[in-house]
């Protein structure tokens, strides 16, 4: 488990093709602290480290996480945000989070808003229902809280340190392509649940 409070902002090192892929990340972690097989979250995608070295670390992706994510286009110096899991004990500075991705958003919109930036991103529709005014979201592995939403659509803002410490940062007014920009999503744990429950109640 992860809490969507990311902790090292890093970059894809190397990518290799051997049946699955092998992404191989720099990072700032003290490498020797974390364990072969230990859980790290890739701009929200829980992977496992399977080797390690002084700033980096490699990780295998199935054809099934290449299919749900943004990985699938990650290339050589993509940016990537960090987590480690969550141990017993720790502060839950965010919500919790499984590291597994639901889907894939696109940003549609980003307007200054004071010193932060209001993103307006729209969701898969089956993924979109599970989406609420004032409940947590996770996107590329950072836990946020949502605005509004629209339809398929959703807003959420970005603070300086948030924009400094992620990968949202670098994208600003009019340097995306809309549509083009995509991130990794994560919904609620709980909103999931209980969606789910209410649905088998309906169709039962």
Known sequence: MFTGIITDLGTVRGIEDNGDKRFIFNCSYDMETVDIGASIACSGACLTVVEKGTGWFSADVSAETLSKTTLVNWCIDTPVNFERALKLGD???????????????SVISIVPEGD???????????????????????????????????????????IPHTAEMTTLGQWQPGNYNSGDCQVNLEIDLLARYVGQLLERQQNG
């Not at 502060?91 to 958003?105: I, N, R």
Request: no cysteine; glycine share 14%.
């Open 116 to 158: 932060s930036r209001r993103f307006t991103f729209e969701a898969p529709a089956e993924l979109a229902k599970y989406i609420a005014p004032k409940g947590s979201i996770v996107l590329d592995g950072a836990s946020l809280t949502v605005n509004e939403v629209d339809g398929n659509l959703f807003g959420v803002n970005i």
């Open 91 to 105: 502060e839950l500075g965010g919500h919790l989070v499984s590291g597994h991705v639901d889907g894939v958003a």
